[in-house]
């Protein structure tokens, strides 16, 4: 504990003099693999598959608050989608305007969120981000979390909806229709997994703020056995077609990346208090009890 409390000193040492630097190459970061990944997933406009092009919106966004990052990167989404079907790329404009209704009302300082959690999702460790989020963002980490989980099957949907168009199942508008409310509403993989996300997010909150002792271990402990059993339950009785493998490595990791993220929140606490002249142990004690 005491290695990663120094670790976080060095780390906001280099933060509070280089911060400056440090988020601007971060949104230019995260903007850049989104852009990459995008372009390899639906890349179907030839001008936005441009590598130039996607280190052009990164240098953008990277000057630009987060909620024009998620902005920027859903109306290439939509332009992506377009060149497939304009029944499609309406049908995801209307989601992606009812979802930012609600995140600008909700969540609007976390946009970075939607685009990390469906970057998660496209790698297969979805399951990295609810428990952390939970633990240090609270209840509001539930809007982009769920939101992003749905962006990830929009773009995961299209391949499937692009070879339904060449093969001629879905001919007409009605069909192109039906074909992409039902590839969501009977996606028995993206409600088991929103569900998952979503649900996580709001016990792990409720549990760390509640009055217990050692109430963030308990959170954490929570989160993950809600993960664990309702991944089993949805691979058993949905027949959802998850990895159980591949998703117990994102949970263990995901317990692993709350805890460090509850030492890194210790410090914060002993500094507010102003209690360095204390012992480490007494230290400790105060803050846990603290967070409850």
């Known amino acids: 504990m005491a290695v ?62 987060a909620g024009f990052m998620v902005v920027c990167l859903s109306m290439v989404l939509v332009v992506h989608l377009y060149s497939i079907s304009a029944e499609f790329a309406l049908v995801t404009l209307c989601l992606i305007l009812i979802m930012y209704l609600l995140y600008f009302r ?6 970075y969120l939607i685009v990390i959690t469906a970057m998660l999702c496209c790698i ?46 879905a001919s007409n508008t009605v069909q192109k229709f039906t074909f992409i409310v039902d590839g969501f509403l009977n996606n028995k993989d993206m409600i088991l997994l ?28 929570a989160g993950a056995l809600l993960e664990f059993v309702f991944v089993i339950i949805g691979k058993l009785a949905l027949s959802a077609s998850l990895n159980i493998i591949v998703a117990i490595i994102g949970i263990l990791l995901s317990v692993v990346i709350a805890y460090i993220c509850e030492v890194v929140f210790l410090i914060l606490i002993i500094r507010g208090l102003n209690l360095s002249s204390m012992k480490m142990t007494n230290i400790i004690i105060m803050s846990r009890q603290y967070l409850r």
Do not use: H
């Open 194 to 221: 929103l569900f998952v996300m979503v649900i996580t997010v709001i016990v792990v909150s409720i549990i760390r703020r509640m009055a217990i002792d050692n109430a963030w271990n308990v959170a954490i402990v």
């Open 106 to 111: 909700l969540a609007s300082k976390t946009g």
């Open 4 to 65: 990663l409390l120094e670790l976080k000193e060095k780390i906001k040492r280099i933060y509070g003099r280089y911060n400056m630097y440090i988020v601007p190459a971060a949104k230019f970061l995260i903007t850049l693999v989104a852009m990459l990944m995008l372009d390899s997933s639906i890349g179907y406009v030839s001008v936005l598959k441009s590598p130039l092009i996607a280190i052009l919106i990164a240098i953008i966004c990277a000057f630009m608050p």
């Open 124 to 169: 297969k460790l979805p399951y990295l981000a609810p428990i952390a989020l939970g633990l240090t963002i609270g209840l509001p980490a539930a809007v982009p979390v769920g939101f992003g989980t749905i962006i990830y099957y929009i773009v995961k949907t299209a391949s499937d909806y692009e070879a339904a168009i060449t093969g001629q199942s």
